[in-house]
Structure formats: structure tokens, C-alpha cells
């Protein structure tokens, strides 16, 4: 029995090593959409310089519509970057915000509510936890287009979003303006137990490293309700975070008919800037905000600002 | 929380099966292993459906008390025949088996009353709504949808050829309900069958014997083979299967468009129908594998469901080598049922003397094989399609049959060899492409669509359509690397059909190449597996039926 015993753990470790080995070889060598990295946008935290982003964005499409680090950039001088990814559940929230500390000490992490309802089921947590150990689980797909430089390329992770992870579209298409915060006053959306131990693993994982999670839903009248504002409220009070909702009648003026681009799901540009101002003022108040914008190490966020302003012009 | 949308779930992989199995292998006594296997199975049943899971307990409780009541029918004749004098045991035995039916048939409409109801209620619903619509009848009857069960259509059939087991005598009544249960419920054949007799699997599944290092080895390994199938084929051929029978949408500027199987040539049509052929093959068969390798590691006889069935020389064959357990249950409580029942007995008889004694015999066994198919069909699920799909087999048997006999005397006239490798390949291939059309007929959405594709293969094979990367769903090397791994399953089948067994043929290397030998395999099954981002798994295919 001891003689099979030890040739299963011998057999178990052997295939481990293999593994970890083939993750070196298929992770990407670089962090560009070209070099095969998966959401190479949210992953560009990983080409910023150690310590210099302030403030970090977590979320869904609907994150990656609304901030927008450059403005913040342009009027505070403070830095910023979005890790939102489309469709964003919370354990690959958690896995991007782990990424982003390994580099980076933000004092605020906003995330965007959105996340939270979004079912999540066991399997897909333990695969997220797999593949952060086994890289191969995750970049296997690129045997399509391996190369001989893969074996021997060392990793560089050094290319960074000029955008920082916000996304700008230029369409606008209003929607018709409905009441939709109305609804039963104590009425709360129930959030799955799963959604609810992984957003206190995220709260934990920002407490160890210093940083204030915020949560903050943006104007989206497809995604968000009374019931699901009430539910986030409830759970913000239990652990202790603050919760901004931006549906919250009277927060902010938004414009139904030249703030969303896609009839009342998304911000466009212009719903976006007043969202991104409403955060200013918010860090303004936590007194999060560090002007950077003499300091010679923060030279490429100018050039960054420049490229993106010129790009946005066009 | 946590739910299994299949055996290739990560849940189950990396939670539910290591748990299942390890305390299984710790437990120290026989009662505990039982008892935890029928926990892990009414577990897993349960987080599909939680309070589904009631059925299945139905089901169970309707099987033991129908057992024990024909039983007790059985001992009440025993008992009642010894004392009775010879001419007056014949009419006790009639009365007593005109009881036994009753009881039969009660319990039988009970188990098939649960199955009819929902899975069924909504079809039939529909098309009596549609009868009517057809007499200007301004009623209608609102359509009933019921969540079904998981593994409804496979314990169902369990329980019922335990109810005719027992009726026939071939097998006694069990007075142990847990027996029962975990027979029904036992986790790794509850998604996709096998579908299991009482006399093949009960006895080994209560034993709960200790796992072994060798049947724990070489369950795993053909765990590992299924997930190959599964992973690397069934999931990869996913989109383009998807697009080609389900339409795919494209966005062009602001506006979504939508595309059917119109989209495509014919000939891209015919392409997608085997690619579908395959990846049922793959997937089910990889599910068995899945099944069968953990009833091993449990030490269960379970039955095997696949034979290799793309080398069957004839559709006959060829439903000898598929989904096996469903055919021998048809065969035994359908097929031969029928046949030895009077009007067909009469009928052959009459067809015996005008046809003669080759072609009589057919003529009753188109009767038995009208009613196997036709309740193979609406077995496989509530459609129109499903019922055409049992009708064209039924028909290309019955077809087969009469061929066989004009073919046999074919031979003995001119000399005709049909058991040489040229004539076998072709039947292979001929039985193939007869089997692909069939499937087109299955995986359709409806049976108009089926005929539509169908017309589309014949009618208009070449077009000067252009199909697009995002028609395709898949990329040349996605195809490539299907045809590779279809073609190792091609040699182990070959080498199957030999006898030889690759498991087998591994154990005996040192134990180097033999490790080296399985790290090869879970490498490619890592790398090459369709999981992971922009992957959808294709759902347990048989699991709905």
C-alpha cells in the first residue's frame, strides 16, 4: 500500500512540475493583446511603474464606460487605472485586484455594483483559483500561435493602456426616460451567499493592503433598481464600506437623451465625464487625490494624456 | 451555490469527485461506503434540482412497493398450487397472472405517469392545441412546463425493467429500499445513463467493496480518455455545430444580424450534420467512458454503452454498437414483448405461408420494430423531429432486413463475396452517411428545418456564398487538431476491435514510459482541451432525453 501510495504522490508531483513548466511557456512574454495576453486593457496595471497608480476602478463593461482616468489626470493630476473587464464576476474581480496589488498601492478601490449580482457558481471560482496557480489552464489556447521565442523569451510585462483601461466610444443613443428607481421602498434583491463571501475576500484583500474599498453603482437604467440599490446598501452597512449609488434619485443629473450610447445600459462620453467628476469629488472629500503632475516620474502620463487627447480629437 | 451542468463541471472535477472518492477509500466499513455513496448520489441529484429530487425518491418507493406486492402475488401462487389438484392449477396460474398484470401495469403507469407528465405534458399539449386550431376550435389548453428531473428518461427505464423482471420471475423482490435507491440514484450513471439492469449492477453497487490501487488507476485513466473526447473534441466542434444549426448573430455597425443555416452552401451543411454526428459520439461516449471509469474506481459492473459504432457494416448493427443499454432494453421489454404477443404471432404465421419462410418472419418483426422505434423516438424527446428520427431508422432496418435476405440469396446464386475488406468499407461508409443524415434530423430545431437542410445539402451543395471566419465559429487549426485527436480514437478502436486495450498495453511498460505515457495525455487534454475563455462547453447532449 505504502509502495502505491508514494508512486501516486511521485506521479501527482512530477505532473504538478509539468504543469508550472508548460505555463512558462505558454504565458504570454508580454502583456499586449498581440502577445496573447486576455484582456490585455485591465492588464495594462501590470505595465504601470511600482506605487504610482492612486486610485483603481473594478467592474464590468459598465466600469469601463463611466471612469475615466485622463479626466481625472487632466483636472487633479492624480492617477487612476480601470481593471473592468466585460461581463466582470466577482472571483476574477478578486483575481485582477490581487494582480494589481502585486504592483501597486492604491488608497481607493471603487468598485462598480453591477458585479455583485452577477451569479457566480463554485466551479467557476475554483477554475479562477486554478489557473491563477497553473497559468497553462488559462493561456492554453495559444498553441494556436506559439513560437520558438516562447521557450526562450523572458516574461516583460511593461506595456501599459493609454486610456488606462477606460474605453471611449463616440455613440449616443438616448432612451426613453423612465422612472426606474420607483418601486417598492424596502423591497431588496437578494445576493447570492457565493457573491456575498467573495466581495468580503475583496474587502479583506484591500483592508491588508491598505486601501479603502468604495462601492458605487453607475447610472444604468437596463442594469440597476430599488431593490438592487437597497440589497448593496445592506450589504455595504455589514461590512463596513461606503456605498455611492449614482441611480439614487437627485445624485446626479443625468441626461437620458445624450448620456448613455446604447439606450439607458451604458454611459457615452458625456455621461462618463459627469460620472468621473462625481469621483473627484468624492476622493477630494477622502482627501485620496495627489498631484503628480510635476513630478518628472509621471512624464508618461502626459505623453499618455497627449497621444489620448489627440487620438479623441480625430 | 453549487450546481453540475456535468461531469466535466470544474466543481465536480476538482470538489465533488476527489471528496466522493477519498472518503469513500478511508471509510473502514462496508455499511459507511454504502451509506456515503448514497449520500454523494442523492448530494449531486439535489444540487441539480433540489426539490426534483423527489421524484426519483418516487420513483423508488413505486419500484419497492410494486416488487413486494408481485412478489407476495408470486408466493399466493406458489402457496396456492401445492395442495391444488393438476386440472384445476391452470386456472389458478390464470388468475393469479391476470392479478400480477394489474399490479404490473399499475405500478408501470405510475413510473411512466411521472415521465409522460413532464416531459412530455408540453408536447402533447401543443399538438392538441394544434389539432384544434385545425377545426376552428376557439379552446386551448394552457402548455405546461415542467422542470425535468435530471436522468428521468434513464431511472425510469431502470425501474421499469426491475418491475418486469420481477413480474417475469427472473428476479426476486428486494425489501431493502436504500438497495433500491442507490441503484437508481448511484451519481455516476444518473446524467447519461448507462441505463442499468438490476441483475448486472445491484449486487456490485451494495457491495461497496474497497477501492483497489489498480481499479483506482485505470478508472482514472479512462476518466482521463473521456475527457479527451469531451474536452478536446465535443467542446471544440461546439460553435461551428452551434452556428450552423442554430444561427449565429453579427454585429454590423450599431445593428445585430442574425444568420441561419441559409448562410451557408450545402455542402458546409453536410459538413456541420458529421461534425455533429461526432461530436455526440465524443460526448456521450466520452460521458460513458466518464461513468464507467468511476463505477470502476467504485468497483460497480456497469455495462458498457459503446462498441465502436462507426465500424458497423448496417444500421441494424450499428444500433447494436450505440447507446447499447437502450437498444437491449427496447429488444427485451418492447421488441420481444411484441413479437410473442398473439396477433403478431398470427400475423407472422399468415406471412410465413404467403411470402414464404424468408420473407414471413419480417413481416411480425415490423411490427416489434415499429413499436421499438417509435418509442425510441419520442424516448430521445417531446418532437416531431425526434418521432421522424425513429421512423427513419426504424424504416432503414426494416429496409436492412429485406436487403439482407435478397442480398443472402444474391450470394448463393452468383458466388458474391460480402465479407471482403472492399464491400465492408463501403457498407461502413454507406452505414455513416446514412447514420450523419439521420443525425441532421436530430440535432435540427425542428423538423422543418431538418428538411430544409436537408434539401439545402442536395439542392444547393455549392453557392457562391462566402462563409466567414465568425460562420465558421472554428479556425483551421481548431479543425486539425479535431481530425488528430478523431484519428487516435479512430487506431484505439481499431485496436479494440482487435482486442487489444491500450490501458491493458501501458501497464505492462516500465514505469517511466508509462508515467511519460499519461503526462502526454493530460498535456494534450490541457492544452488542447476547448475550456477556458471564449469556450462554451457543450451540454450533456443525452442528459435531456
Same mark, same amino acid.
Given at each position: 500500500?505504502?509502495?502505491?501510495?508514494?508512486?501516486?504522490?511521485?506521479?501527482?508531483?512530477?505532473?504538478?512540475?509539468?504543469?508550472?513548466?508548460?505555463?512558462?511557456?505558454?504565458?504570454?512574454?508580454?502583456?499586449?493583446?498581440?502577445?496573447?495576453?486576455?484582456?490585455?486593457?485591465?492588464?495594462?496595471?501590470?505595465?504601470?511603474?511600482?506605487?504610482?497608480?492612486?486610485?483603481?476602478?473594478?467592474?464590468?463593461?459598465?466600469?469601463?464606460?463611466?471612469?475615466?482616468?485622463?479626466?481625472?489626470?487632466?483636472?487633479?493630476?492624480?492617477?487612476?487605472?480601470?481593471?473592468?473587464?466585460?461581463?466582470?464576476?466577482?472571483?476574477?474581480?478578486?483575481?485582477?485586484?490581487?494582480?494589481?496589488?502585486?504592483?501597486?498601492?492604491?488608497?481607493? %478601490?471603487?468598485?462598480?455594483?453591477?458585479?455583485?449580482?452577477?451569479?457566480?457558481?463554485?466551479?467557476?471560482?475554483?477554475?479562477?483559483?486554478?489557473?491563477?496557480?497553473?497559468?497553462?489552464?488559462?493561456?492554453?489556447?495559444?498553441?494556436?500561435?506559439?513560437?520558438?521565442?516562447?521557450?526562450?523569451?523572458?516574461?516583460?510585462?511593461?506595456?501599459?493602456?493609454?486610456?488606462?483601461?477606460?474605453?471611449?466610444?463616440?455613440?449616443?443613443?438616448?432612451?426613453?426616460?423612465?422612472?426606474?428607481?420607483?418601486?417598492?421602498?424596502?423591497?431588496?434583491?437578494?445576493?447570492?451567499?457565493?457573491?456575498?463571501?467573495?466581495?468580503?475576500?475583496?474587502?479583506?484583500?484591500?483592508?491588508?493592503?491598505?486601501?479603502?474599498?468604495?462601492?458605487?453603482?453607475?447610472?444604468?437604467?437596463?442594469?440597476?433598481?430599488?431593490?438592487?440599490?437597497?440589497? %448593496?446598501?445592506?450589504?455595504?452597512?455589514?461590512?463596513?464600506?461606503?456605498?455611492?449609488?449614482?441611480?439614487?434619485?437627485?445624485?446626479?443629473?443625468?441626461?437620458?437623451?445624450?448620456?448613455?450610447?446604447?439606450?439607458?445600459?451604458?454611459?457615452?462620453?458625456?455621461?462618463?465625464?459627469?460620472?468621473?467628476?462625481?469621483?473627484?469629488?468624492?476622493?477630494?472629500?477622502?482627501?485620496?487625490?495627489?498631484?503628480?503632475?510635476?513630478?518628472?516620474?509621471?512624464?508618461?502620463?502626459?505623453?499618455?494624456?497627449?497621444?489620448?487627447?489627440?487620438?479623441?480629437?480625430? | 451555490?453549487?450546481?453540475?451542468?456535468?461531469?466535466?463541471?470544474?466543481?465536480?472535477?476538482?470538489?465533488?469527485?476527489?471528496?466522493?472518492?477519498?472518503?469513500?477509500?478511508?471509510?473502514?466499513?462496508?455499511?459507511?461506503?454504502?451509506?456515503?455513496?448514497?449520500?454523494?448520489?442523492?448530494?449531486?441529484?439535489?444540487?441539480?434540482?433540489?426539490?426534483?429530487?423527489?421524484?426519483?425518491?418516487?420513483?423508488?418507493?413505486?419500484?419497492?412497493?410494486?416488487?413486494?406486492?408481485?412478489?407476495?402475488?408470486?408466493?399466493?401462487?406458489?402457496?396456492?398450487?401445492?395442495?391444488?389438484?393438476?386440472?384445476?392449477?391452470?386456472?389458478?396460474?390464470?388468475?393469479?397472472?391476470?392479478?400480477?398484470?394489474?399490479?404490473?401495469?399499475?405500478?408501470?403507469?405510475?413510473?411512466?405517469?411521472?415521465?409522460?407528465?413532464?416531459?412530455?405534458?408540453?408536447?402533447?399539449?401543443?399538438?392538441?392545441?394544434?389539432?384544434?386550431?385545425?377545426?376552428?376550435?376557439?379552446?386551448?389548453?394552457?402548455?405546461?412546463?415542467?422542470?425535468?428531473?435530471?436522468?428521468?428518461?434513464?431511472?425510469?427505464?431502470?425501474?421499469?425493467?426491475?418491475?418486469?423482471?420481477?413480474?417475469?420471475?427472473?428476479?426476486?423482490?428486494?425489501?431493502?429500499?436504500?438497495?433500491?435507491?442507490?441503484?437508481?440514484?448511484?451519481?455516476?450513471?444518473?446524467?447519461?445513463?448507462?441505463?442499468?439492469?438490476?441483475?448486472?449492477?445491484?449486487?456490485?453497487?451494495?457491495?461497496?467493496?474497497?477501492?483497489?490501487?489498480?481499479?483506482?488507476?485505470?478508472?482514472?485513466?479512462?476518466?482521463?480518455?473521456?475527457?479527451?473526447?469531451?474536452?478536446?473534441?465535443?467542446?471544440?466542434?461546439?460553435?461551428?455545430?452551434?452556428?450552423?444549426?442554430?444561427?449565429?448573430?453579427?454585429?454590423?455597425?450599431?445593428?445585430?444580424?442574425?444568420?441561419?443555416?441559409?448562410?451557408?452552401?450545402?455542402?458546409?451543411?453536410?459538413?456541420?450534420?458529421?461534425?455533429?454526428?461526432?461530436?455526440?459520439?465524443?460526448?456521450?461516449?466520452?460521458?460513458?467512458?466518464?461513468?464507467?471509469?468511476?463505477?470502476?474506481?467504485?468497483?460497480?459492473?456497469?455495462?458498457?454503452?459503446?462498441?465502436?459504432?462507426?465500424?458497423?457494416?448496417?444500421?441494424?448493427?450499428?444500433?447494436?454498437?450505440?447507446?447499447?443499454?437502450?437498444?437491449?432494453?427496447?429488444?427485451?421489454?418492447?421488441?420481444?414483448?411484441?413479437?410473442?404477443?398473439?396477433?403478431?404471432?398470427?400475423?407472422?404465421?399468415?406471412?410465413?405461408?404467403?411470402?414464404?419462410?424468408?420473407?414471413?418472419?419480417?413481416?411480425?418483426?415490423?411490427?416489434?420494430?415499429?413499436?421499438?422505434?417509435?418509442?425510441?423516438?419520442?424516448?430521445?424527446?417531446?418532437?416531431?423531429?425526434?418521432?421522424?428520427?425513429?421512423?427513419?431508422?426504424?424504416?432503414?432496418?426494416?429496409?436492412?432486413?429485406?436487403?439482407?435476405?435478397?442480398?443472402?440469396?444474391?450470394?448463393?446464386?452468383?458466388?458474391?463475396?460480402?465479407?471482403?475488406?472492399?464491400?465492408?468499407?463501403?457498407?461502413?461508409?454507406?452505414?455513416?452517411?446514412?447514420?450523419?443524415?439521420?443525425?441532421?434530423?436530430?440535432?435540427?430545431?425542428?423538423?422543418?428545418?431538418?428538411?430544409?437542410?436537408?434539401?439545402?445539402?442536395?439542392?444547393?451543395?455549392?453557392?457562391?456564398?462566402?462563409?466567414?471566419?465568425?460562420?465558421?465559429?472554428?479556425?483551421?487549426?481548431?479543425?486539425?487538431?479535431?481530425?488528430?485527436?478523431?484519428?487516435?480514437?479512430?487506431?484505439?478502436?481499431?485496436?479494440?476491435?482487435?482486442?487489444?486495450?491500450?490501458?491493458?498495453?501501458?501497464?505492462?511498460?516500465?514505469?517511466?514510459?508509462?508515467?511519460?505515457?499519461?503526462?502526454?495525455?493530460?498535456?494534450?487534454?490541457?492544452?488542447?482541451?476547448?475550456?477556458?475563455?471564449?469556450?462554451?462547453?457543450?451540454?450533456?447532449?443525452?442528459?435531456?432525453?
Amino acid at each position: 500500500m505504502k509502495k502505491h501510495v508514494l508512486s501516486a504522490v511521485i506521479f501527482m508531483i512530477g505532473l504538478a512540475l509539468l504543469l508550472l513548466l508548460a505555463g512558462l511557456v505558454f504565458m504570454p512574454k508580454s502583456n499586449t493583446k498581440e502577445a496573447g495576453i486576455i484582456d490585455a486593457a485591465a492588464n495594462g496595471i501590470l505595465g504601470e511603474p511600482e506605487n504610482t497608480v492612486d486610485t483603481l476602478f473594478l467592474g464590468d463593461s459598465l466600469a469601463y464606460s463611466a471612469f475615466i482616468p485622463m479626466h481625472i489626470w487632466e483636472e487633479t493630476g492624480s492617477t487612476s487605472y480601470v481593471c473592468s473587464t466585460g461581463e466582470q464576476q466577482l472571483q476574477y474581480t478578486s483575481e485582477l485586484l490581487k494582480k494589481a496589488f502585486t504592483h501597486q498601492s492604491p488608497k481607493t %478601490v471603487f468598485l462598480e455594483a453591477n458585479v455583485i449580482y452577477r451569479k457566480v457558481n463554485l466551479g467557476t471560482v475554483i477554475y479562477t483559483k486554478l489557473y491563477d496557480a497553473f497559468s497553462v489552464f488559462r493561456y492554453h489556447d495559444r498553441w494556436k500561435d506559439l513560437s520558438v521565442q516562447d521557450l526562450t523569451r523572458r516574461k516583460n510585462y511593461s506595456w501599459t493602456d493609454d486610456e488606462k483601461g477606460f474605453r471611449y466610444f463616440t455613440d449616443v443613443r438616448a432612451a426613453e426616460e423612465t422612472d426606474y428607481m420607483a418601486g417598492d421602498e424596502y423591497a431588496s434583491a437578494e445576493i447570492p451567499d457565493l457573491n456575498k463571501a467573495l466581495l468580503k475576500e475583496l474587502a479583506d484583500t484591500c483592508a491588508e493592503h491598505g486601501a479603502e474599498l468604495v462601492i458605487i453603482s453607475v447610472p444604468s437604467m437596463k442594469n440597476w433598481s430599488r431593490a438592487k440599490h437597497n440589497g %448593496v446598501r445592506a450589504l455595504a452597512e455589514e461590512i463596513g464600506v461606503d456605498y455611492y449609488d449614482l441611480n439614487a434619485p437627485g445624485t446626479l443629473m443625468i441626461d437620458w437623451q445624450t448620456d448613455t450610447r446604447d439606450k439607458g445600459d451604458h454611459m457615452s462620453y458625456s455621461g462618463a465625464v459627469k460620472v468621473t467628476d462625481y469621483v473627484i469629488e468624492r476622493l477630494a472629500e477622502k482627501q485620496a487625490l495627489t498631484d503628480h503632475r510635476a513630478d518628472p516620474a509621471y512624464a508618461p502620463w502626459h505623453e499618455a494624456f497627449a497621444r489620448v487627447k489627440a487620438k479623441n480629437a480625430q | 451555490m453549487i450546481t453540475f451542468s456535468s461531469y466535466f463541471d470544474t466543481a465536480f472535477l476538482v470538489l465533488f469527485l476527489p471528496v466522493s472518492v477519498a472518503v469513500y477509500m478511508i471509510l473502514p466499513r462496508q455499511n459507511l461506503r454504502r451509506v456515503w455513496l448514497l449520500l454523494c448520489s442523492l448530494f449531486f441529484f439535489w444540487c441539480d434540482g433540489k426539490g426534483l429530487l423527489v421524484f426519483i425518491l418516487l420513483s423508488t418507493l413505486f419500484m419497492h412497493h410494486g416488487g413486494l406486492w408481485l412478489g407476495k402475488l408470486q408466493n399466493e401462487l406458489d402457496a396456492a398450487l401445492t395442495d391444488l389438484p393438476k386440472e384445476e392449477k391452470k386456472a389458478v396460474r390464470e388468475r393469479f397472472k391476470k392479478r400480477k398484470r394489474l399490479v404490473l401495469a399499475f405500478f408501470i403507469a405510475l413510473e411512466l405517469g411521472m415521465l409522460a407528465v413532464l416531459k412530455y405534458a408540453g408536447f402533447f399539449v401543443n399538438n392538441l392545441n394544434g389539432l384544434m386550431g385545425l377545426f376552428s376550435s376557439g379552446t386551448r389548453f394552457i402548455v405546461p412546463h415542467f422542470l425535468l428531473p435530471m436522468g428521468i428518461s434513464f431511472y425510469t427505464m431502470q425501474a421499469m425493467s426491475y418491475l418486469f423482471d420481477v413480474y417475469r420471475g427472473k428476479l426476486a423482490p428486494d425489501t431493502n429500499i436504500g438497495r433500491l435507491l442507490l441503484y437508481m440514484s448511484f451519481f455516476p450513471n444518473i446524467m447519461e445513463g448507462p441505463i442499468c439492469r438490476w441483475s448486472d449492477t445491484a449486487e456490485s453497487l451494495w457491495n461497496a467493496e474497497r477501492v483497489t490501487y489498480e481499479r483506482l488507476t485505470r478508472g482514472a485513466q479512462r476518466i482521463l480518455w473521456g475527457m479527451v473526447k469531451k474536452i478536446v473534441i465535443a467542446d471544440r466542434l461546439n460553435p461551428f455545430v452551434q452556428n450552423v444549426f442554430g444561427g449565429y448573430d453579427v454585429m454590423e455597425g450599431a445593428d445585430l444580424l442574425h444568420f441561419d443555416f441559409t448562410a451557408y452552401p450545402g455542402w458546409v451543411v453536410a459538413l456541420a450534420a458529421a461534425a455533429f454526428t461526432l461530436q455526440l459520439y465524443a460526448e456521450f461516449s466520452g460521458t460513458m467512458d466518464f461513468a464507467l471509469g468511476l463505477g470502476e474506481i467504485f468497483g460497480v459492473h456497469t455495462p458498457e454503452n459503446f462498441q465502436r459504432p462507426f465500424f458497423s457494416l448496417s444500421i441494424s448493427e450499428f444500433w447494436k454498437r450505440w447507446h447499447i443499454t437502450l437498444g437491449t432494453w427496447f429488444r427485451d421489454y418492447v421488441f420481444y414483448p411484441v413479437s410473442m404477443s398473439a396477433p403478431v404471432k398470427k400475423l407472422t404465421t399468415r406471412a410465413r405461408k404467403k411470402l414464404g419462410n424468408r420473407f414471413g418472419p419480417l413481416a411480425g418483426g415490423a411490427v416489434a420494430l415499429f413499436a421499438v422505434w417509435i418509442f425510441n423516438g419520442l424516448w430521445h424527446g417531446a418532437g416531431w423531429n425526434y418521432i421522424f428520427f425513429g421512423m427513419y431508422h426504424f424504416t432503414l432496418i426494416l429496409l436492412g432486413n429485406i436487403a439482407d435476405v435478397v442480398m443472402i440469396r444474391f450470394s448463393e446464386k452468383t458466388g458474391f463475396k460480402r465479407d471482403i475488406l472492399p464491400v465492408k468499407l463501403f457498407r461502413i461508409f454507406r452505414t455513416a452517411l446514412l447514420v450523419v443524415l439521420g443525425e441532421l434530423f436530430f440535432r435540427a430545431p425542428t423538423l422543418r428545418q431538418g428538411f430544409s437542410m436537408c434539401g439545402r445539402i442536395f439542392t444547393q451543395f455549392i453557392t457562391n456564398q462566402t462563409v466567414s471566419r465568425a460562420a465558421w465559429g472554428v479556425d483551421w487549426k481548431d479543425a486539425f487538431i479535431v481530425g488528430v485527436t478523431a484519428a487516435i480514437m479512430l487506431v484505439v478502436g481499431l485496436l479494440q476491435e482487435k482486442g487489444k486495450g491500450i490501458r491493458e498495453r501501458v501497464s505492462e511498460k516500465p514505469v517511466v514510459l508509462r508515467y511519460l505515457f499519461w503526462y502526454a495525455v493530460v498535456l494534450f487534454l490541457v492544452v488542447f482541451g476547448a475550456y477556458g475563455a471564449g469556450y462554451i462547453p457543450v451540454d450533456p447532449m443525452y442528459a435531456e432525453f
